[in-house]
C-alpha cells in the first residue's frame, strides 16, 4: 500500500513561478525524501529530512515538515524549464525501506 | 561514474517465458533494491538485500525471485511471465553501513512487456 500521497497529482506553471507541491502519510517515520524523475529515467534524489527537523533548503529547494500533520512540502523557486519532471516523496521508517507516493508531474511552461 | 546500471533497458516477453534482469552498483553500498513501477502508483518494492546473502521480500514479491550474487550485483528473475508483471522495473542501493538516513541511487530501469 502506498504510504505516501502527494498532492496535486499534476501541476502546470509559468517558468520563472515557484511550484509547491504536498506530500501526507499515515504512520510515524523516521526521515522524509523527496526524489526527481525524468522522463524514461531513474528517480534522483534531492533531499532528505529528518523527523525532528521541520525545515531544509537546498539550493532553490525548501523542505518543511509537520510531524503533527503527517505532511511535507517541497517548494521550487524560480523555476526553469529543467524542473519538469515527476516529484516523488518517500518515507522511511527506521529501517533500510522507503515506501513511495504516487508522485506530482510537474509541467513548466516556457 | 556509472552509478546504477540495468540490463537489458527494454524487453518483450511472451507469457510463460522466463527472464532475469541484471542490476549492478559500483558504489560498494551493501543495500540493494528491486522496484516496479506501474502509471499512477508510484514505485512499490519487490524484494530487497541488506548485505551480500541476504534478501528478503517487499509489498509485491509475489512472481519475482532474486539473487544477491556478491556484493555489487543483484539479480530478479521471472520465471513463468505474466501480463500483469508489463511493468519499468527499477535498482538501487544505498550505503546502509552510514545510517538510516541515507538517499538510494536509481538505475534507468527496464522497461518489460508481456504479452
Known amino acids: 500500500s502506498q504510504q505516501g500521497e502527494e498532492d496535486p497529482q499534476a501541476l502546470s506553471i509559468q517558468e520563472g513561478e515557484n511550484a509547491t507541491m504536498n506530500c501526507s502519510y499515515k504512520?510515524?517515520?523516521?526521515?522524509l525524501q523527496w526524489y526527481r524523475q525524468n522522463s524514461g529515467r531513474g528517480l534522483v534524489h534531492l533531499i532528505l529530512?529528518?523527523?525532528?527537523?521541520r525545515e531544509k533548503h537546498s539550493g532553490r529547494l525548501r523542505v518543511t515538515l509537520d510531524t503533527s500533520k503527517k505532511s511535507s512540502s517541497l517548494l521550487i523557486t524560480a523555476s526553469r524549464a529543467a524542473d519538469t519532471a515527476s516529484y516523488f516523496c518517500?518515507?522511511?521508517?527506521?529501517?533500510?525501506?522507503?515506501?513511495f507516493g504516487t508522485g506530482t508531474r510537474l509541467t513548466i511552461i516556457p | 561514474n556509472a552509478g546504477v546500471t540495468q540490463t537489458p533497458k527494454f524487453q518483450v516477453l511472451k507469457t510463460g517465458q522466463s527472464m532475469t534482469l541484471q542490476c549492478a552498483q559500483d558504489?560498494?553500498?551493501?543495500?540493494m533494491y528491486w522496484y516496479r513501477q506501474d502509471p499512477g502508483m508510484g514505485l512499490r518494492l519487490i524484494y530487497y538485500?541488506?548485505?551480500?546473502?541476504?534478501?528478503d521480500k517487499g509489498e509485491v514479491p509475489n512472481g519475482y525471485n532474486v539473487s544477491r550474487l556478491n556484493k555489487r550485483e543483484f539479480s530478479l528473475r521471472l520465471e513463468s511471465a505474466a501480463p500483469s508483471q508489463t511493468s519499468v522495473y527499477f535498482c538501487?542501493?544505498?550505503?546502509?553501513?552510514?545510517?538510516?538516513?541515507?538517499?538510494?541511487?536509481f538505475g534507468d530501469g527496464t522497461r518489460l512487456s508481456i504479452l
Open positions: 538501487a542501493s544505498s550505503d546502509r553501513d552510514r545510517g538510516d538516513n541515507q538517499p538510494q541511487h
Open positions: 504512520t510515524s517515520i523516521n526521515n
Open positions: 529530512i529528518r523527523s525532528n527537523e
Open positions: 518517500a518515507t522511511n521508517f527506521g529501517n533500510e525501506k522507503l515506501t
Open positions: 558504489m560498494n553500498h551493501n543495500s
Open positions: 538485500s541488506a548485505s551480500e546473502g541476504t534478501t
